[in-house]
């Protein structure tokens, strides 16, 4: 299958010396919807603005539709959409002026460019607002501005980083349905990045999951899964696991359990895994009330991504608001370029 994106050995180092990207290697096929998975400062975000000719990488090799990211950005642009974290949307205009800004920057303009529009704004439903002004729309309806915006010059390949953080689930569910059916009925390859496990599971064919700037598992969201092998039991301990003796404890009661196949320690408390992890779970409380361990909580699930995370790297993926300070993007053009606050 053709590639439209390949990365190997990418290296990304900051100016204070942080290596936030620790050289990731991936292809992403022509037609496919991929993801980067991974919790805040991962290394997601770093990877897609070298990938959207918006960062000079510091090592490696890319080539985004056939082109050399450091040869043919120019190119690289004319061919990309980029939906970022924050939303690109002028206030004072309306939604349709604001599509209309982006088609006249991509140099499109007459019939073509109005019925391209009408066609975005339906198929983002704001088409009912869309002559209002948009610092009057709620943020979900300016996240879907956003995307029909990204969308207006027909790219063969669109760049999402984050696209649905801080929605309500509504909004959020909304955004899954346009872009599933934008990859599946208009063909569009699509490279997410998100730190939302249910948002990964649903839209993307194939994930990668990364954690500070290396890549620690991909494959199908139902593949790594699967690996896992096992059912989880996570028990939160009633002093939220502050005392380690009383955690060394507990994983010595959890040990001499039948059954019980790998216990790791999670954030004020323990996850094990078993096959039979729903028939143990009486045994494991009656252990721990007899050792007199209190527990706040227990919880039984089947195998999630956010299981394969802890497994590869022994903490949980949580979904966080944003760091108060952030990048905002301006469109220009065929690309969005970092605007100095």
Same mark, same amino acid.
Request: hydrophobic share 35%.
């Given at each position: ?15 204070? =010396? ?11 096929? #022509? ?87 009408d066609e975005l704004l339906t198929l983002v439903g704001i088409a009912d607002v869309a002559d209002k002004r948009a610092g009057h729309y709620s943020g979900g309806m ?19 980083? @984050?696209?649905?953080?801080?929605? /309500? ?41 990364? #954690? ?26 009633? #002093? ?7 955690? @060394? ?28 992890? =729903?028939?143990?779970?009486? /045994?494991?409380?009656?252990?721990? /009330? ?29 979904? @966080? ?21």
């Amino acid at each position: 299958m053709p590639e439209t994106i390949r990365v190997e050995d990418l290296v990304e180092v900051y100016s204070d =010396g942080t290596k936030a990207v620790d050289g990731i290697s991936f292809e992403v096929n #022509d037609g496919e919807f991929f993801g980067f998975l991974g919790p805040n400062g991962a290394g997601k975000s770093t990877t897609i603005k070298v990938l959207t000719t918006l960062l000079k990488k510091t090592g490696g090799k890319v080539s985004v539709a056939g082109f050399d990211i450091e040869k043919h950005a120019d190119r690289i642009r004319k061919v990309i959409g980029v939906q970022s974290q924050e939303t690109v949307v002028d206030q004072d205009l309306t939604g349709r002026e604001n599509m209309m800004l982006q088609g006249h920057l991509h140099e499109m303009g007459g019939e073509e460019l109005k019925k391209r529009v009408d066609e975005l704004l339906t198929l983002v439903g704001i088409a009912d607002v869309a002559d209002k002004r948009a610092g009057h729309y709620s943020g979900g309806m300016k996240k879907r501005l956003d995307l029909a915006s990204a969308l207006v010059h027909k790219p063969k390949l669109l760049f999402l980083d @984050e696209p649905t953080t801080g929605l /309500d689930p509504q909004s959020r569910a909304a955004i899954w349905e346009y872009l599933s059916k934008l990859n599946k009925e208009e063909g569009i390859t699509i490279f997410l990045t998100t730190q939302y496990m249910e948002e990964a599971d649903k839209l993307c064919e194939r994930l990668y999951i990364i #954690d500070q700037g290396k890549i620690v598992a991909n494959g199908t969201p139902q593949a790594l899964k699967q690996e896992v092998g096992a059912d989880s039991i996570t028990m939160t301990l009633e #002093d939220g696991g502050a005392a380690p003796e009383t955690k @060394e404890r507990a994983k010595q009661v959890l040990g001499g359990i039948q059954g019980i196949n790998k216990i790791i320690e999670s954030d004020g408390g323990l996850t094990v895994y078993a096959k039979n992890a =729903g028939m143990i779970i009486a /045994d494991v409380v009656r252990a721990f /009330d007899s050792n007199k361990i209190r527990l706040s909580s227990v919880n039984f699930a089947s195998p999630t991504l956010d299981d394969v995370f802890l497994q590869h790297t022994g903490r949980r993926i949580r979904a @966080e608001e944003l760091n108060t300070k952030k990048t905002t993007f301006a469109r220009f053009g065929a690309a969005r370029r970092p605007v100095r606050q």
